[in-house]
């Protein structure tokens, strides 16, 4: 933990709406571009940023409501949805066409050149346990930790943000 | 007012979601068992995690418009809806039965640990007006300050995080 | 950018809801008057906050589908909805006029004291890119510049809040 104070940054990705999500990597790969340390941390809804999607491989006790939630929940990045005017994913559709017509980043792409960047990406353990999300079921590279990991680093970073 | 640098955090707590409010008190509870001083600002929907329940014995001055807004709003932290997938209140059911199978705290049991850790709440003034939300609403222990006592903690603290 | 270390303040502005924006504007213009430097960055669903209604004269390119957004998106200030009980609008006026009767402020008078405060408010590029809006329809005095003049602000600031 720790960091010269004043060089690292922490971004809480708590929604899990695209457009939400986005700018949390678009800042987060910008400060990692300019030399700060940069950590990540996905709770709740922010976690179905992290699923790499295909079928539930994760094989972690959940019971019948956690497997509901799982299932209403976007299964990978590719899918989240708008935060307003989503329109059943044209909304998301629209966006992702505009931004590719600019060539903008996609979030996939965004991810992958954070991770790229050692960003540094935590998922909470206990909206994990809550949500009933599995390790397995995210991508690779993905700590998992708790609210003092995050209080640890944020207590010593210039920027901390929550994205809701 | 300020605390050594670098050893306080300030939380505004904005919206009225179970799943937001709750990130809010884990993170200010977590901080203030790692030593830190906690001031956690509440304002406009975020004043309902506030209201204790039971009939409104305020009897500060309101218009009709005001009593509507307060009979629309949740009367008492245990009442607060999801910010997503609340299906009219069963989503935040099923969040607080798994939760409690987890032997996660609830929300007012996150309360009741934030006071007993001097987590400071203070309640905005100004929302509290605009929305007709009376003192006597509210659960002991609670401030009434407004924007300029947050601005003055936040300049000091390590952590200032927005909870919209 | 810069500015002496713990005296500056930045509000990343991503919402486009009234009440939303209003306590944006309510922190900023209440630090200004505290002797700090504010800067605002509106990006996304922000940039709505800052459009000065009336025909759209800004003649950057634009496509069907940003030609779509730019009309489902609020013209002005003014016309912002509620991020929640907005009830066609209905809501957002009853705030208003409790508001009114209270003599606080209405967004568009914060929006001009913060002007006459000297808080920077920055358009993002890349939203302005992305939602097809132009320069020509912003309120004047905004500046547009990208993710890397807000992280350059951003990492010497005491106070960094997120409002989505």
Known sequence: MGSEEGKSATIIVFSGALDKVMAGFIIATTAAAMGMEVTMFFTFWGLSALRKGG???GEC???WMQ???GMMLPKRAADLPLSQLNMGGMGAGMLKTIMS???FSTLPELIEAAQEMEVRMIACQMSMDAMGICREELIDGVEVA???TYVGEARDS???LFIS
């Open 146 to 148: 708790g609210a003092a």
């Open 158 to 160: 210039a920027i901390n």
């Open 67 to 69: 497997k509901m939630l």
């Open 55 to 57: 079928p539930a491989e």
């Open 101 to 103: 017509q600019k060539s």
């Open 61 to 63: 006790a959940r019971n």
